[in-house]
């Protein structure tokens, strides 16, 4: 029994040794921790110090945790880094909230990972700085592939005499740049145009849209976007709609010119079916093929079709769809019967009009040929008159 209670008190004494040595390190988080703009327009650096406090045994590797709360995707990312810096893109328009642990491993440990307690935070605020409220409805288009062309609306809190500039920024310039050519409504820049300038794909592409006026600099706008999620495909050309022997409709388009796969093309088409009656009923069909087949349900209805495209979920995160392709039809142009009773009365009421102003002209006629009448036989009965008093004067005297 004393033997066993030995080994037992031993064995407690090491388990409390080797508890004792891990527990009793205390692990600072990292001091100076910064958040640094380069100009970037949201790729911001991040930087910190080791802890003055931090364990000097060499033994030990000294590890460091960062997080960071990613506002696109609304979440918490974590990166474990020996580096005491990193970069990554934030959102200016929302907080920037970073924290900071710091990590220790090796022998001093007992290859135990040991973490922190506490971390060291910042949170960095938007700006609040500006005249005016930030623009509006900033959209990029990547026009089927070939160019990109940004737009934004005009906040109606901004001063009349503002001037609005854009300035870009991706990981192939050593420094932003300003637009290259501005799209104006009037007198107001409402957009940029890239033709001239070659954008890169699946890298970060960020935006700041500020500006200057009388009254002070105006509130900046960011935005991060990465332009393959912005295409807009071409317009389809021409559709060729035909009757198959089995009495089908059979549609058939192209995919159109331009530098778009055509496997990363999805399809909508509007379907409009016209009755006799005039009365039309549409649907809408999605569809990965260029090809569509539907059964021609009646010989006396008009069925019409256009088609436009997007990029799929499968190529891009997002995208535009395209403008609608030019209608056609079968049978082309729907033969309407003339009905006597919508002629006729046309006719009738040509008759009538002619027939009123013929008969108004007869009676204004009428009323001046009277009137000239009268006026001239008044002369003649003034003279009748004043004759006949003559001689009634001459029989009174004889």
């Not at 700085?129 to 990109?148: A, E, I, L, R, W």
């Not at 807009?232 to 388009?253: I, V, Y």
């Not at 979920?313 to 729907?334: D, L």
Request: proline share 6%; charged share 20%; net charge neutral.
């Amino acid at each position: 029994m004393a033997s066993v209670s030995w080994m037992t008190l031993m064995l407690l004494l090491i388990t409390c040794r080797d508890s004792m040595h891990c527990d009793g390190l205390k692990v600072d988080p990292p001091d100076d921790l910064v958040i640094s703009d380069l100009g970037h327009f949201g790729r911001l650096q991040i930087s910190w110090s080791p802890p003055v406090g931090q364990i000097s045994e060499t033994e030990c590797s000294h590890l460091y945790q960062l997080e960071y709360f990613n506002s696109y995707s609304d979440s918490w990312s974590a990166i474990r880094t020996f580096k005491r810096t990193y970069t990554a893109q934030f959102d200016l328009m929302k907080d920037v909230r970073v924290r900071v642990y710091t990590l220790l491993r090796g022998p001093c440990t007992n290859d135990t990972l040991i973490k922190s307690s506490s971390y060291t935070e910042v949170v960095q605020k938007p700006p609040s700085t500006g005249v005016g409220t930030p623009v509006q409805d900033f959209v990029c288009v990547y026009h089927n592939m070939k160019y990109v062309e940004c737009n934004w609306g005009r906040s109606p809190k901004l001063p009349a005499n503002s001037q609005q500039h854009l300035y870009f920024w991706h990981k192939e310039l050593e420094q932003a740049e300003e637009c290259p050519t501005y799209v104006k409504t009037g007198e107001t820049r409402s957009g940029c145009n890239f033709t001239e300038i070659s954008l890169p794909e699946f890298t970060d592409i960020n935006f700041c849209v500020n500006g200057s006026s009388q009254e002070g600099p105006l509130k900046p706008a960011f935005v991060s976007l990465q332009i393959q999620n912005q295409v807009k495909p071409g317009t389809t050309e021409k559709l060729d709609l035909r009757t198959s022997p089995d009495a089908q409709l059979d549609l058939r388009w192209n995919s159109p010119a331009g530098r778009v796969p055509a496997h990363c093309l999805e399809w909508e088409v509007e379907h409009n079916q016209e009755g006799p009656d005039g009365k039309i009923a549409s649907q809408h069909i999605l569809t990965n093929q260029k090809s569509l087949k539907l059964p021609s349900i009646h010989d006396t209805q008009r069925d019409c079709f256009r088609v436009r495209s997007k990029l799929s979920k499968y190529c891009a995160n997002k995208g535009f769809w395209s403008e609608w392709s030019p209608q056609t039809c079968q049978p082309e142009k729907r033969e309407v019967a003339s009905k006597p009773w919508d002629i006729v009365p046309v006719y009738v009421y040509i008759a009538f009009a002619i027939l009123a102003i013929l008969v108004l002209s007869l009676c204004v006629w009428a009323v001046l040929k009277v009137r000239s009448l009268r006026d001239v036989k008044k002369p003649d009965a003034l003279l009748a008159n004043l004759f006949a008093r003559s001689s009634v004067f001459t029989v009174t005297d004889a």
